[in-house]
């Protein structure tokens, strides 16, 4: 069975959550409880970033796995989705976008490494958030590095991967990311993590407000049919949004 990695962005409680106004990405706790029971009864091990790159490097991925991963760094994933991590005794990897830390919208430098030091992953989803295909070089390596080196000064840790923000993938992404000193990198792009994922392209599942618990146990089990579908999807979407200006694209990004 390959190994999922799912990829959450913020969490928030039910009585502030509205399905009509919120991105579709943003989920509620009770939804995310159900998730985290749902991962429980599969008996699927979850596994923690480094276990992951290690296991790409040396061809030895366990033979099944969910990864739990969140983008953006934003408050509910400190408020909400940490805690019940920590209750479980789980792993989680928080790719965060330095330009909102300490923001109202962002966690802040003491909540990552409170969260840093209790067993979760804090990684790099670039400084502003701005998508990268559509920056200079100059532009790409000042989002890769200032973040980066942001949080490794704050937190005092080591940062190893990064996630595309907007899934925009530049021209060169691995030279990118060697340059910088990212051993990962992580995508949008719906598909399952198996022995032959190259470490500078591993694929994530976008968790949404809209899915039914069963096609959540579909993605955590990579059921095969349900990621062709998602990846068909997604490859739809992007050949799309090519035709569209790049500030449009940020723009419906934010909302």
């Known amino acids: 069975m390959p190994i999922s990695i799912l990829m959450y962005h ?22 995310f409880q159900d998730h985290l029971a749902e991962i429980a009864r599969s008996k699927l091990p979850v596994l923690n970033i480094l276990e992951l790159l290690d296991g790409i490097n040396n061809q030895s ?20 989705a940490y805690p019940l991590l920590r209750e479980r005794g ?13 923001t109202d919208r962002g966690i802040s430098w003491a909540g990552l ?15 502003s958030h701005r998508r990268l295909e559509g920056l200079s070089a100059e532009e790409v390596d000042r989002e890769l590095i200032n973040s980066k080196q942001l949080l490794e000064d704050n937190l005092g840790t080591t940062v190893d991967a990064l996630s595309l923000p907007g899934g925009g993938i530049p021209f060169n992404l ?22 032959a994922t190259s470490v500078f392209d591993v694929p994530r599942l976008a968790v949404k407000n809209r899915q039914t618990l069963k096609e959540f146990s579909e993605m955590i089990h990579g059921n095969e049919s349900w990621v062709k579908y998602e990846n068909t999807k997604y490859r739809l979407k992007n050949t799309l949004k090519s035709f569209l200006p790049q500030w449009l694209i940020e723009s419906r990004h934010r909302k």
């Open 90 to 102: 789980w792993p989680g990897v928080f790719f965060v976008s330095t330009g909102i830390v300490g």
């Open 61 to 80: 991925l366990p033979a099944s796995g969910v990864v739990l991963s969140f983008d953006d760094g934003c408050y509910g994933n400190y408020q909400h």
């Open 113 to 127: 490494k409170e969260m840093s030091q209790n067993g979760m992953s804090i990684q790099s989803h670039g400084h």
């Open 10 to 31: 913020d969490v928030l409680a039910p009585e502030v959550f509205s399905a009509s106004t919120q991105n579709i990405y943003t989920i509620t706790t009770t939804t």
């Open 174 to 195: 691995e030279s990118y990311a060697r340059k910088t000193g990212y051993r990962l990198v992580a995508t949008s792009i719906p598909a399952v993590v198996d022995n």
